[in-house]
């Protein structure tokens, strides 16, 4: 299996803002990805991250609000830019291992006042 | 377009009665689906997936191509099967995965 430790595990923050949230993995790892959870709501890929390579966005979500970083196979960062209340959610990190199976991070929980 | 749809929000289920959690999806070709689950205060886990075809937990899901469906049944239910189910569909072996809304599945004593 694959083990993903994300950083910070909660944070408030001023609107106006940013927070970067950061993803490692235990091994090496083409693809990760990145969902929001909207309170009460389902997951929902923000963007595929590959190393190398600019992330590619899901529709409804702009490099300039979530711009990512993938440095290497093992770690990604993901940046919510200029925030607002809207953006208060729960920020996963996943990846596939053992070729379909997807492992999660424990998720960041943003508040944003 | 892919699509999951699980019609139910919150499904309320007594202990020791059958459980059946709905799973609709669109897709063209021959996806792979799975359904998830998070219980309260863990990561998201998976639970199955259908080309295992495995029973966990007492879980299992049938994929019916005919009506594009894969819902999850456990003939007896238990208490610690409480949590938040996602159904979720993969189209290509390096695609994402997209999410159904999910079910919480709540247990009666």
């Known amino acids: 299996s694959a083990v993903i430790s994300q950083k910070p595990s909660r944070d408030i923050c001023q609107r106006g803002t940013s927070l970067t949230i950061q993803c490692q993995v235990d091994s090496q790892v083409t693809m990760m990805f990145w969902y929001r959870q909207q309170p009460g709501q389902s997951l929902t890929l923000i963007a595929t991250?590959?190393?190398?390579?600019?992330?590619?966005?899901e529709s409804g979500f702009v490099i300039d609000k979530f711009p990512i970083s993938r440095p290497n196979l093992t770690f990604s960062t993901l940046t919510v830019s200029n925030m607002s209340p809207e953006d208060s959610s729960i920020y996963l990190c996943?990846?596939?291992?053992?070729?379909?199976?997807?492992?999660f991070g424990q998720g960041t929980r943003l508040t944003v006042v | 377009a892919q699509r999951v749809t699980q019609p139910e929000k919150l499904l309320s289920v007594f202990k020791g009665a059958p459980v059946e959690l709905k799973c609709n999806y669109s897709y063209s070709g021959s996806p792979e689906l799975f359904w998830y689950v998070q219980y309260s205060r863990q990561r998201l886990q998976l639970l199955l997936r259908?080309?295992s075809r495995e029973s966990i937990k007492g879980f299992t899901a049938d994929l019916n191509k005919g009506e594009t469906s894969f819902h999850l049944k456990k003939p007896f239910a238990q208490e610690e099967d409480s949590a938040m189910y996602y159904c979720a569909l993969r189209g290509n072996r390096d695609d994402k995965i997209i999410f159904g809304k999910g079910t919480r599945l709540h247990i009666l004593p």
């Open positions: 996943s990846v596939f291992w053992g070729g379909t199976e997807a492992f």
């Open positions: 991250a590959n190393q190398g390579s600019e992330a590619t966005y």
């Open positions: 259908h080309i």
